[in-house]
């Protein structure tokens, strides 16, 4: 039955006039308060169902609505009056309106008059259509009483049926049996009976030795058999597969029990207290808290009963039914996950609520907890789908393949990894936008662009902003000062689109500066900022210098701006320029393609992309996922190395987040040289970095289309040949033996412009001209240029001031062009000329233009396109070069031929005619990055500390160092420590294998410095025999580890608890009753702080909301490694690269390196560091707790 209905609200009031006017029944009535205690006249106006009252008769609006279907309205007793009122209460009369939905109170009314008292009832009762329902639910169980009357009839006709067919097939068995009766009646009565001689009984005696031989020699063959059975290896493997089936259950039990105690601990109990008067605790926050957990509990428990049915008829173990069934359901799980993080939030938000913190610590100190919090709960439906993953996994490794259960095993599993995807990839999409929103949040006035979804986060940091004077030059005098670091440290959050930049307040609280938020669309990036030379000379004696760069920000509405951001170090500089550059790239590619392609194709960027069906539709070489890049393509889940190389090197788009993965992992399926080969291919043969099934659609002549399909090229646009081709040519035809070249910087695009190919046309004095600025919603794909641009271009009879006027003019207008003007001193030679740009054989070459009038032909247009793609394909692979040389150095370092190779593929390219000046200048840059010494940071390596550390003659004592010292030294040799580790090393668990020394002796090393800080720590606490001393060393230790979690320095904090935490300093009752109370609390917040708890739920959020210079825990992202490494395969069974995989694996990477780039501003004082660092006076394990004996021995109970 119909519970409610939706209505808005002029509807209502339309209804209510309706029932006012029309009504069945209307009139006053006395309705009682919502607090039982006073009765309001109101006017009432029954329509069909609808029950309508106002505030009087004359009211045009309704008070309130009634939905009566369903209804109960009987009349009530009068309620007994005192003595003051009971003559007033003699003339009432009482009816009460009972309502069938959950928690909706019982109206009750009255009326002066006993006729209209049963008039409203009956009224009331005939709108509430009971009788109908009534009489439905009686109809329902006849029509279901009949059913089952005709199934009885069906099944006792069938069973008849049955036994006739039974009995005819007895009688036939009968007839034959007396048939062969009859013939042997008949062979006795012919043969007379002869008398059993001696040797019949003799002959019966050995037949019966022989029958006892023949049955003991089957028994002891077939023991033989059972034996060899039995140790045979298809019985082992399925005694291991009985095992793992019985392991299941075990799990699935436990399973159930923890989803029970979290229903009927903590969500039921929750949602009573929900319920009080002074309810700590809202059900919306409830139910966000705890999901659908319910529903998964009760799913599980049916499950687990059809498994315990399935184990009772053993050794007949058929489980692949009982995933069918589960299967359909599991989906609930996404909801659960979705919001996993979500509700968390809640949680800890709720626990900020004393009352309800102090009920919910009730609940966890019940037993059935066992010590274990709600979190712990809430997370155990995490794991449950990639548990069943591996027990299917370890199923079939133990099912052979032709066991009856094998494909429905297979298809389970291939079930549970699709929803495993698609939960991951859910849960991708939801922590990017939370972690926008989280940002959003953070800052006071707020940010609308962080309310795109389209946004990617990228990076975010702490970078100095250096001022700029009125003239718009840099104050350079202040470049290096301690004022300008604190005045102008700001925090840097980079996205896809935008640049945000803010000032942190008190409390944490984030304020957006004076043009922080910067759209890359109108931005150019200067990664070394030019100056005159007395700024050089200035800048040289900074400690900034090389450290800078400039943001050049030029939008359409507002005067334009330049922003100069200082890194710390030349690594964090070469990673925040890599990055913007990447997704200013990634913006400008897709809108020059966009706008050289639509004038022939009509078809935009999106609708290229979606009618290339290899960007999002399956196929045998690779897999989609459903959650899109920053480039609003699908994301590769699996794929063949030659299908993610082609990714790599399309020329439509290149998502910042594929890139990074792939120059990540590339080493994990191919080779270096490989993929320096294929950028070599697309820079030489550009044409072939758009797919032909793609480049159909940008090319509408047939002359093109020969390009499509690997005809050798007419045109030396197609393909680069180093030798002679010439550019874009735009000819003058007043003047045959002059042209002029036009050649286009992709990169750099200032205001919101862009060179419109298709919209040249030729102006009447011959020269090319454009048209007027358009409006277009991606500015940056129309940049114009006028004739009189052109005029001012000087001839090349001054070939020495070409180039600075040429930039004069340039730069004035805010474009980057390069033109050039050659002039040939042979008339014959520029006929040749002319006549073989007039060749209908070479389509991308212009022709002649006779006319004045008229435009640039089609074959024109063509060439322009092509030329387009020249210049994308340069930018691409100069983009794919300068990324990979500046973010991952190390490749280059450890490999010279590599780097040989690089530096000569890149002077080949400098040597090419077409090259643009600011591509030959970015080539350059990346042959200066390789060949150059870094001189990196001024911070001293670990090495160095450590040697300085031990030419110290003595060390000194930790009670003559104080807290502060100690925590910034710890934190100082941590972070050298920590940032050194490659990041190959995180491949492939080598931390794990036998070899790991050789494979990670990064991971190793910092491994072992950990376990060396902790053994000294609690080394100091044991040399003490005197309690007060001890107590003393370790309250020190923990102020050590507040400052530690002060500097961002985790890895310390966790040093230092897991130090305390250890049996031998843990045992020592009568040193903890002398800490004070301060100083427990404290740890107890550090332990709280680095608790593993929740996948190291509260540490993960620190590090989220903490800003570099930062020491994470190390061992918590190797835990997430060995998660992923464990979970999932580097190849599918199609030999298919897991891309997701890498995916999963790079995001944990960058975030590493995020905090291994940005180093302390700490000096290093040798004699703190000899005191860490010397291992003489250092305890192993076992010395530590004899120690521990000796200072508190053990008491007898």
Not at 603 to 610: D, E
Not at 1044 to 1059: D, P
Request: charged share 25%; with cysteine.
């Amino acid at each position: 039955m119909q519970k409610g209905i939706r209505l808005n609200d002029g509807h209502i009031t339309y209804l209510a006039l309706l029932a006012k006017k029309d009504g069945t029944r209307r009139g006053c009535l006395s309705k009682k308060s919502s607090d039982n205690t006073k009765w309001h006249s109101k006017w009432f106006a029954l329509l069909q169902n609808m029950l309508f009252y106002f505030e009087n008769d004359s009211s045009s609006r309704p008070s309130g609505l009634y939905l009566l279907e369903g209804c109960v309205c009987d009349r009530a007793p009068s309620p007994k009056p005192s003595l003051s009122a009971k003559e007033c209460l003699e003339k009432q009369y009482y009816f009460t309106v009972t309502f069938n939905h959950d928690n909706q109170k019982a109206l009750e009314l009255r009326t002066e008059d006993v006729k209209d008292c049963d008039e409203w009832v009956a009224a009331i009762t005939q709108a509430s259509y009971r009788n109908l329902a009534t009489e439905h639910e009686t109809l329902m169980q006849k029509y279901l009483h009949l059913l089952q009357i005709v199934e009885t009839e069906k099944t006792v006709a069938k069973q008849l049926r049955q036994q006739i067919e039974d009995g005819e097939i007895e009688i036939e068995r009968l007839k034959s049996e007396i048939a062969a009766l009859l013939k042997d009646n008949i062979k006795i009565q012919s043969n007379p009976e002869v008398p059993p001689s001696e040797d019949d009984t003799e002959i019966k005696k050995i037949k019966k030795v022989q029958s006892f031989l023949r049955g003991w020699i089957c028994r002891r063959k077939w023991k033989t058999i059972i034996q060899d059975y039995i140790r045979s290896p298809h019985a082992e493997s399925m005694r291991k597969r009985n095992q793992v089936v019985f392991s299941m259950l075990e799990a699935e039990a436990e399973y159930v029990q923890q989803l029970h105690i979290l229903v009927n601990n903590f969500l039921r109990p929750l949602r009573m207290a929900a319920s009080s008067k002074k309810p700590p605790i809202t059900h919306d926050d409830v139910s966000s808290i705890f999901l659908n957990s319910e529903t998964i509990m009760f799913l599980h428990q049916i499950f687990y009963q059809g498994l315990k049915a399935r184990i009772a008829s053993w050794p007949t173990l058929v489980l692949a039914d009982l995933f069918d069934i589960l299967l359909p359901m599991l989906n609930i799980y996404q909801e659960f996950v979705r919001n996993h993080q979500y509700s968390l939030q809640i949680l800890a938000h709720c626990k900020q609520n004393r009352d309800f913190d102090k009920l919910l610590k009730q609940y966890e100190a019940k037993p059935d907890c066992e010590e274990r919090t709600l979190e712990t709960f809430l997370t155990y439906p995490m794991f449950q789908i990639p548990r069943y993953i591996l027990t299917l996994h370890e199923l079939l490794a133990h099912t052979p393949h032709e066991h009856v259960e094998r494909n429905s095993l297979d298809y389970a599993k291939s079930k549970l990894e699709e929803l495993s995807r698609i939960m991951h990839d859910e849960v991708s999409e939801t922590e990017n936008i939370r972690k926008n929103l989280a940002i959003e949040r953070m800052i006071v006035e707020g940010c609308e662009v962080l309310l795109d979804t389209s946004q990617t986060f990228v990076r975010q940091g702490s970078l100095i902003q250096v001022p700029m004077s009125e003239k718009g030059k840099i104050t350079r005098g202040r470049l290096g000062s301690l004022s300008l670091k604190k005045e102008g440290e700001r925090q840097c959050f980079l996205f896809t689109k935008h640049l945000i930049i803010c000032t942190r307040g008190s409390g944490g609280k984030l304020h957006i500066t004076k043009n922080g938020v910067v759209s890359l669309i109108d931005c150019t990036l200067m990664e070394e900022p030019e100056g005159t030379d007395d700024e050089s000379k200035e800048r040289s004696g900074q400690d900034t210098e090389h450290l800078d760069f400039k943001v050049m920000v030029e939008p359409k509405d507002v005067q334009p701006f330049t922003v100069i951001l200082v890194a710390s170090s030349r690594q964090e500089k070469s990673a925040w320029t890599s990055d913007i550059s990447q997704c200013i790239d990634n913006i400008r590619c897709n809108g020059l393609m966009m706008n050289a392609f639509e004038e022939n194709s009509k078809v935009t960027v999106p609708q290229m992309i979606k009618s290339d069906t290899s960007l999002y539709c399956d196929d045998v070489d690779i897999r989609f996922s459903k959650m899109m890049n920053s480039c609003k393509v699908l994301q590769i889940r699996y794929a063949s190395v030659e299908r993610l190389l082609e990714r790599l090197t399309d020329l439509r788009f290149l998502s910042i987040d594929f890139l990074n993965t792939f120059l990540h992992s590339y080493r994990v399926f191919t080779s270096a040289a490989v993929v320096l080969d294929k950028l070599i291919t697309i820079y030489k043969k550009p044409i072939s970095a758009i797919p032909a099934r793609s480049l159909e659609l940008f090319f509408a002549s047939s002359q093109n289309n020969k390009l499509l399909y690997g005809e050798p090229p007419t045109s030396p646009r197609a393909s680069r040949k180093f030798s002679s081709p010439p550019p874009l040519s735009i000819t003058k035809t007043s003047s045959p033996n002059r042209r002029r070249k036009l050649s286009l910087n992709i990169p750099i695009i200032t205001g919101g412009k862009a060179l419109d190919l298709a919209a040249l046309s030729c102006s009447p004095n011959g020269y090319a001209s454009m048209s007027p600025f358009s409006k277009t919603t991606l500015d940056i794909n129309k940049l114009y240029v006028s004739s009189t641009m052109a005029s001012k271009i000087p001839d090349e009879a001054e070939p020495k001031a070409e180039g600075k006027a040429e930039d004069a003019v340039l730069n004035k207008q805010g474009w980057n062009l390069s033109v050039k003007e050659e002039c040939d001193e042979d008339p014959s030679q520029s006929d040749e000329a002319e006549a073989e740009m007039s060749s209908p054989k070479s389509p991308s070459t212009p022709k002649n233009v006779k006319s004045k009038n008229s435009g640039f032909p089609t074959d024109q247009r063509n060439g322009d396109k092509e030329f387009v793609i020249r210049r994308a394909a340069t930018n691409r692979v100069l983009n794919v070069l300068r990324h990979w040389v500046s973010k991952h150095s190390q490749d280059f370092e450890l490999n010279s031929e590599l780097k040989m190779r690089v530096i000569g593929f890149l002077e080949e390219v400098m040597h090419d005619p077409e090259l643009l000046t600011q591509e030959r200048k970015a080539a350059a840059n990346i042959i200066r990055t390789l060949t150059q010494e870094d001189p990196g940071d001024s911070q001293a390596t670990i090495e160095e500390i450590t040697k300085m550390a031990m030419e110290e003659s003595k060390t000194e004592p930790f009670e003559n160092h104080s807290a502060l010292e100690i925590a910034e030294q710890l934190t100082l040799l941590d972070h050298l420590v920590f940032k050194v580790i490659p990041y190959e090393e995180f491949f492939g668990q080598g931390w794990m294998k036998n070899d790991k020394n050789e494979r990670t002796p990064y991971i190793i090393k910092t491994t072992k410095h950990f376990n060396d800080i902790s053994n000294r720590i609690a080394s100091e606490i044991l040399q003490w025999d005197d309690v007060n001393m001890r107590v003393a060393v370790i309250e020190k230790w923990v102020a050590v580890a507040d400052i530690c979690r002060c500097l961002h320095n985790y890895n310390a904090v966790l040093e230092i608890t897991s130090s305390l935490n250890r049996s031998s300093i843990f045992r020592l009752k009568k040193t903890w009753l002398k800490v004070s109370k301060q100083t427990k609390t404290v740890i107890d917040k550090l332990q709280k702080l680095v608790s593993s708890e929740g996948r190291f739920k509260n540490l993960r959020e620190a590090l989220k909301n903490c800003d570099p210079p930062c020491v994470p825990y190390l061992g918590m992202y190797l835990t997430d490694l060995a998660f992923i490494e464990e979970g999932t395969p580097n190849y599918t069974e199609d030999n298919l690269v897991n891309f997701s995989k890498m995916r999963m694996i790079s995001h944990i990477i960058r975030e590493i390196r995020q905090f291994q780039q940005t180093a302390y501003k700490i000096d290093s004082q040798t004699k703190v560091a000899k005191y860490l660092l010397d291992n003489s006076t250092v305890l192993d394990e076992e010395s530590l707790y004899e120690a521990s004996l000796r200072i508190e021995p053990k008491t007898s109970s």
